[in-house]
């Protein structure tokens, strides 16, 4: 039954059947609507195993081709927000006081809130909102770009950002960091306490008015109204993921490797400046992506079996040079 199942499938309906479980057992009080998340559990495996089924057999046409390949980037939304439902079920509030300690103990005051106010200038801030919603970019451009070059590529890299992915969001579940954030307002229903709160004088609490006039910054607010997801920022996926993804491109040799690598570096500094992440964020992202790209890409030789997908014979990594 499960014959034209690849990597990708194995890690995804993992990641599926284990939150899904997770839900099942710990669920308590804190996740309204639980049986409801079971049922689209339950019912996203069913699917997933169906369409790549479908797609081994040789039935459907272009959306279906689309989708086989597709259908882990389509998840992604989902998965992040739910993480953000889940983060209650095995602590009770958020860890960002013990983050901000931290911080405050190696740098003896808080980068998230200092960097921007030290710099307030619109042209510097636009830069570093643009870097941070590249983010968007370098996901569905690598990707495209492996999709329609080579296929047994894209199969390889969304694989590996997959297992990256899944496994921050495991740890958002178990380790709800909400950012530097909280410091100018109540997320989820949590406030930092009064001696956390003090650490930040209430004169860097505001964003500095000329940076609010930008049209970048107002995409990026847009884009947290509405898929903001509590919990979800230890360890920085926007870090792991673009590190990821910059690998990728030196690995396959893509023209915009060079530009790929300055807008991951400003990426990473724009997640301290524009107030998303302490630095612990992320450096846990940094060592996160460098445990997890060897990881992945031993499984993804281990276990990818090409000939379901491409109907030739098994490949590894090394072999698609």
């Given at each position: ?15 599926i ?12 009080q ?31 046409g ?33 860890l ?19 960097f921007?106010t ?20 370098m ?22 950002l ?16 909400i ?29 500095p008015p ?5 049209p ?90 090409p ?15």
């Amino acid at each position: 039954m499960t014959r034209h199942y690849l990597f990708i499938d194995y890690v995804t309906q993992g990641y599926i059947l284990v939150v899904g479980l997770l839900v099942l057992f710990f669920h308590d009080q804190t996740v309204p609507g639980w049986r409801w998340l079971i049922v689209a559990h339950v019912v996203l495996l069913f699917l997933v195993h169906r369409l790549v089924g479908a797609s081994g057999r040789g039935r459907g046409g272009g959306v279906l081709d689309f989708l086989r390949h597709f259908y882990p980037v389509l998840l992604y939304a989902a998965f992040y927000r739910e993480s953000g439902m889940l983060s209650q079920m095995f602590v009770s509030g958020h860890l960002d006081p013990v983050v901000i300690l931290w911080e405050q103990a190696l740098f003896g005051f808080q980068p998230s809130m200092q960097f921007m106010t030290s710099l307030p200038w619109l042209p510097l801030s636009e830069v570093f909102y643009a870097s941070y919603f590249s983010y968007y970019v370098m996901i569905a451009g690598v990707g495209l770009t492996l999709f329609l070059r080579r296929r047994e590529a894209f199969f390889h890299y969304v694989s590996v950002l997959s297992f990256v992915f899944y496994v921050c969001y495991l740890i958002y579940i178990f380790l709800p960091v909400i950012g530097p954030r909280l410091f100018s307002r109540s997320l989820g229903g949590f406030t930092l306490p009064p001696d956390v709160q003090a650490l930040v004088a209430p004169e860097l609490l505001a964003f500095p008015p000329q940076i609010t006039h930008g049209p970048f910054f107002r995409i990026m607010a847009l884009i947290y109204e509405v898929f903001e997801a509590p919990g979800a920022a230890l360890p920085s996926s926007h870090v792991a993921a673009s590190i990821c993804t910059v690998w990728f491109s030196y690995r396959y040799r893509l023209r915009i490797r060079h530009l790929h690598l300055v807008m991951v570096v400003l990426l990473c500094l724009s997640t301290i400046y524009c107030r998303y992440h302490y630095v612990i964020d992320v450096l846990a992202g940094l060592a996160t992506v460098v445990l997890l790209l060897p990881l992945g890409n031993w499984l993804f030789n281990r276990y990818h079996e090409p000939q379901a997908a491409q109907g030739g014979g098994a490949a590894t990594v090394e072999e698609t040079r």
